[in-house]
């Protein structure tokens, strides 16, 4: 038998890489950093593999204080003995007498670095999280002493992590919540700690986005403290970046709540050096004044930036007589923004564009990106709102993807017209989802011009036949992804077409496509789902003969998976077939991502 000191170094990289990323993941909890003191002492192969991951890291970990006194809660009773093995049950930190204890993982840092002579061991990261309590910062400023007495070089950090998974916050205050005293005392103690033992901090970032205020009150008297050093920013504050002696003057990343930017002030941010900018819950008048610095006067020039998100807070109807009145103006001598500025907004490197929840019903909105060599697109709104983007922008994409909700039924003609328009411009998009919240028929043009599309989603209520016709005039087109696929509008006709007997689904004489090789659909209907819609599944499948890799999810019942694999046999190419039960997830767009 093989020993498992013995295994080939390639096998123990990866054990040690995945064991490695779920201790010290982002939805890692402290608990699991003590499994990887008993991988390292293994052998000293899988010791110098694990000592880097587990080194560059320092966590500290709010839990809260497990009510032992209650002889059901046993996972409080673990948590209250908790010792890591190769700790010999001293603690990480000291028990707090409010409503959480910190925890370090300094010590097991230390343990894993042999022959330091003394001399502390360097950490790049810092995170502070929380998970079955909200944060009360009692006891931090202890946990932090206590790494530092255990050896950890805390003036290496660079990166500063909050996270938080206490039943996340499902929506976004515009205001910051009201904390008592003793915990906002608290997070500023802590965050004058951190600042002092780790003054080098270049980045800081939170998952998910929508932290607790009190971490928010934590993270704005250090983004202050690092304002002038800070080069990414992406963490809600519960204060403006507001300085007199100084401006983010290296920020090339920010993401920021709107009513946060505007109270910032002028020029707090300046434009010319971001590459990334994010706006969350983004008034439809947001102002752009926070960029700007006093020698803008005609013009502001993001001339760096190569990704931009909006996130409005409302999709509440805007007009352009909406803007002149927000801006006192009439129309001459003014270039219509999406927010509020006199000037010319213009963006000379953006590639990737995000906006949702679009509020505006006029086309001029997006006419400040025509000269942007914008590739990528996604856009979420009301289909009354999205359809006044401006088709010229579709001409240079590689990348769109378009989301409408809350279309009134009335409106389904209306967005069929709009898709069939889109597919009908002329536009070099490679990757395109088009997404839509309610169920509408799709409607194909004579003449479809996206001949370099290679990845299509639909996801929406697609008949077959009107697929098929899509995909027919697509002949780049290599995966496609199908997302409600059903047979209503035209089952009668698709019997007509296939053969109708159950299981006896045969293939046109000519072929719909040989282009795709991989096709991914949604049973949907749950354990009723009805036979017409599988037949139609079926015979889109057999119109595809190139497809090698075919995937359905959804296959609640045992004869939708016999009827598939049934049909699959008389399919010359597939070579792979996933057959997954579980309920409706929805495909997750390989868009760009700002969060």
Request: net charge positive; glycine share 4%.
């Amino acid at each position: 038998m093989v020993s498992i000191a013995d295994l080939d170094n390639r096998i123990v990289g990866r054990i040690v890489n995945v064991a490695c990323y779920g201790a010290t993941g982002s939805s890692a909890r402290l608990s699991t950093q003590g499994q990887l003191v008993g991988m390292a002492s293994v052998s000293r192969t899988w010791h110098e593999l694990v000592r880097p991951h587990l080194q560059s890291i320092l966590i500290i970990e709010c839990q809260p204080t497990p009510d032992v006194s209650q002889p059901s809660n046993k996972n409080a009773k673990r948590r209250a003995a908790w010792k890591s093995p190769a700790i010999n049950g001293n603690s990480s930190s000291k028990k707090s007498s409010g409503t959480c204890i910190w925890q370090t993982n300094a010590e097991l840092v230390h343990l894993l670095q042999q022959h330091t002579n003394g001399v502390p061991v360097p950490v790049s990261r810092l995170r502070v999280q929380s998970f079955d309590t909200a944060p009360d910062f009692t006891g931090f400023v202890a946990a932090m002493d206590n790494a530092r007495l255990e050896r950890c070089r805390l003036d290496t950090v660079t990166s500063l992590v909050i996270m938080e998974f206490i039943g996340v916050p499902t929506a976004v205050s515009t205001a910051a919540s009201t904390l008592d005293s003793h915990t906002e005392n608290g997070a500023l103690l802590a965050a004058e700690c951190i600042a002092k033992h780790a003054p080098n901090v270049r980045s800081m970032v939170c998952a998910p986005w929508n932290v607790s205020a009190a971490f928010r009150q934590l993270a704005s008297p250090l983004s202050l403290a690092y304002l002038k050093q800070l080069h990414m920013l992406s963490i809600p504050l519960a204060t403006p970046l507001r300085s007199d002696s100084q401006t983010a003057s290296s920020l090339t990343t920010l993401h920021i709540h709107a009513h946060i930017l505007a109270a910032s002030g002028p020029g707090i941010v300046p434009a010319q050096q971001l590459q990334v900018l994010r706006v969350h819950d983004a008034p439809a008048f947001f102002s752009w004044e926070a960029f700007a610095s006093t020698g803008d006067s005609d013009q502001l020039e993001f001339a760096s930036l190569t990704a931009l998100g909006i996130d409005f807070a409302s999709d509440n109807v805007v007009t352009t007589a909406d803007f002149y009145s927000s801006i006192n103006r009439t129309k001459s001598s003014v270039h219509v923004t999406m927010g509020r500025d006199r000037r010319r907004v213009v963006f000379p490197k953006l590639h990737s564009l995000s906006v949702s929840k679009v509020p505006y019903t006029y086309a001029e909105a997006w006419r400040m990106f025509i000269g942007a060599p914008v590739r990528r697109l996604a856009v979420a709104g009301p289909y009354a709102h999205v359809r006044y983007v401006d088709t010229r922008l579709l001409h240079a994409l590689d990348s769109l993807d378009v989301h409408t909700v809350g279309a009134e039924k009335s409106s389904h003609g209306r967005f069929t017209s709009f898709v069939k328009m889109l597919l009908g411009e002329d536009s070099n998009v490679t990757c395109a989802w088009l997404r839509h919240s309610e169920a509408f028929p799709l409607s194909v043009p004579e003449t479809v011009r996206w001949s370099q599309l290679t990845e299509l989603c639909l996801a929406a209520y697609v008949p077959a036949l009107a697929l098929l016709l899509l995909v027919g005039q697509l002949p780049s087109l290599h995966r496609l992804v199908v997302q409600r696929i059903a047979g209503d509008a035209c089952e009668e006709e698709i019997d007509s077409k296939m053969c109708a007997p159950w299981g006896n689904i045969t293939a046109p004489a000519v072929p719909v496509s040989t282009s795709v090789r991989e096709l991914q659909m949604h049973m949907g209907g749950g354990p009723t789902a009805r036979i017409p819609t599988l037949q139609a599944m079926c015979y889109v499948l057999l119109c595809l003969p190139g497809v090698r890799r075919l995937a359905v999810k959804q296959v609640y019942c045992d004869y939708v998976r016999d009827f598939i694999q049934s049909s699959a046999q008389s399919h010359p190419a597939l070579a792979n077939i996933e057959l997954v039960r579980h309920v409706f997830i929805a495909a997750k767009s390989p868009m760009f991502v700002l969060d």
